[in-house]
């Protein structure tokens, strides 16, 4: 079965500073791989896909994340940071044999600094 | 429109009512999902949907019982909960076989 880990539980940036968000994974072959934010009381919006091809994928907000076969690894990025972004973020892991449901993350908590 | 919507919000119920959760999106998805999250944890799945009939359940307990009566809606109902039942309720939908599942905001329910 497939598992995700977050190494940071919570992450503070100061506002315009770049972020990089950790998620690692363990799976027999290359999966699914999923970033959503989730904002305080609210449900999960996805911020980003990768399925195949080109290993950096582009997502919605200014996000990106690069997939590293070698290092099991799939981390987010974002050069600058607004105060908006603070949030809790989940990586999670689909593995394209198993169905429809996938696992997530810890999650790791982002603040920002004024 | 990639909207799920679920009803209600909020929900405070003692440990001998009957309530429900409601889900309903109108994407054509015919895989519909309920999560259930603690505070400062991931989603854990419940119940998964596909084609209006129930494919998977995580061994949730009996006082939660799923129920898909048509391709948009999708019910959790709620009986002789206990308080560490208490939590965010999150519905999702997608397409069957598709990974990409669209969240709604969630019902905070309070079990007393």
């Known amino acids: 079965a497939q598992s995700v880990t977050q190494p940071d539980i919570h992450i503070t940036v100061s506002e315009g500073a770049s972020l990089e968000l950790r998620c690692n994974y363990s799976y027999g072959a290359t999966p699914y791989l999923f970033w959503y934010v989730q904002s305080p009381g609210q449900g999960l919006q996805l911020l980003l896909k990768?399925?195949?091809?080109?290993?950096l994928v582009q997502g919605i907000k200014g996000f990106e994340a690069e997939f590293k076969r070698s290092q099991s690894s799939f981390n987010l990025r974002k050069p600058s940071v607004h105060w908006s972004d603070a949030a809790e973020y989940f990586c999670?892991?689909?593995?394209?044999?198993?169905?429809?449901?996938?696992?997530f993350g810890p999650g790791t908590r982002l603040s920002v600094l004024p | 429109d990639t909207e799920v919507t679920q009803t209600p919000k909020h929900l405070v119920m003692g440990m001998t009512n009957k309530k429900s959760l409601k889900c309903e999106q109108h994407?054509?998805?015919?895989?519909m999902y309920w999560y259930k999250q603690k505070a400062k944890k991931p989603p854990e799945l419940m119940f998964v949907?596909?084609?209006?009939?129930?494919?998977i359940n995580e061994s949730v307990p009996s006082r939660f019982s799923p129920e898909c009566p048509n391709s948009s809606l999708l019910n959790l109902h709620l009986h002789a909960l206990q308080p560490e039942d208490s939590a965010l309720y999150l519905c999702a939908s997608s397409q069957v076989g598709e990974h990409i599942q669209y969240f709604g905001a969630g019902t905070r329910l309070s079990v007393l």
């Open positions: 994407m054509g998805h015919r895989a």
């Open positions: 990768y399925f195949s091809g080109d290993t």
């Open positions: 949907y596909s084609y209006e009939k129930l494919s």
């Open positions: 999670a892991v689909g593995a394209r044999n198993y169905g429809q449901n996938f696992v």
